[in-house]
T-cell receptor
Framework: DTAVSQTPKYLVTQMGNDKSIKCEQN?????MYWYKQDSKKFLKIMFS???????INETVPNRFSPKSPDKAHLNLHINSLELGDSAVYFC?????????????FGEGSWLTVV | AQSVTQLGSHVSVSEGALVLLRCNYS??????LFWYVQYPNQGLQLLLK??????LVKGINGFEAEFKKSETSFHLTKPSAHMSDAAEYFC??????????FGTGTRLQVFP
């Protein structure tokens, strides 16, 4: 069983479209994250949620809207996609936040905007 | 503010040689430190972590890292490289924060 699963794995779409990436974790964790990895492999946190409540919004454009229907799910919706949004998006989870706790990552979603 | 610096964006070794990937941290308090590995087209997997217990931390796949406060370092080592170790390696830090902050990564190449 995959611990943190995200779909789709690959997504190619045109500028201006709206798309969503879904994420689910079956680890029973209370904290979930979205990270963005750019073309230079740099990883940066976008959002974190604890028990469905937003904890971190790391100055991400309003076009990005996370939604957590329950603590096992954290979906990412992106409006009006831009070329610069092309990246790999990783969903992750941990129990009790990142301070000393292991964060488990999904396999990533490769988004290409053309 | 906390941060990590990984020296060397690319490291190449021969199979069977010592692997040494460098990580230095900057933190106002003793940090929690992590090494993650990312294989091509995959997510990140935890190799090992330091959480203020033993300073020499053993991880998976034969890797280990030593926390040296005097040098503010947490270098990753493996005595003998294997072809399957070729991947991107990330050092990360967190302490009293809601963020896990990553270094810029080091790509390890292993030659036969």
């Amino acid at each position: 069983d995959t611990a943190v699963s995200q779909t789709p794995k690959y997504l190619v779409t045109q500028m201006g479209n709206d798309k969503s990436i879904k994420c689910e974790q079956n680890l029973g964790h209370d904290t979930m994250y979205w990270y963005k990895q750019d073309s230079k492999k740099f990883l940066k946190i976008m959002f974190s949620y604890n028990n469905k409540e937003l904890i971190i919004n790391e100055t991400v454009p309003n076009r990005f809207s996370p939604k957590s229907p329950d603590k096992a799910h954290l979906n990412l919706h992106i409006n009006s996609l831009e070329l610069g949004d092309s990246a790999v998006y990783f969903c992750a989870s941990s129990q009790g936040g990142p301070s000393g706790n292991t964060i488990y990552f999904g396999e990533g979603s490769w988004l290409t905007v053309v | 503010a906390q941060s990590v610096t990984q020296l060397g964006s690319h490291v190449s070794v021969s199979e069977g040689a010592l692997v040494l990937l460098r990580c230095n941290y900057s933190s106002s308090v003793p940090p929690y430190l992590f090494w993650y590995v990312q294989y091509p087209n995959q997510g990140l997997q935890l190799l090992l972590k330091y959480t203020s217990a033993a300073t020499l931390v053993k991880g998976i796949n034969g890797f280990e890292a030593e926390f040296k406060k005097s040098e503010t370092s947490f270098h990753l080592t493996k005595p003998s490289a294997h072809m399957s170790d070729a991947a991107e390696y990330f050092c990360a830090v967190s302490k009293g924060t809601d963020k896990l902050i990553f270094g810029t990564g080091t790509r390890l190449q292993v030659f036969p």
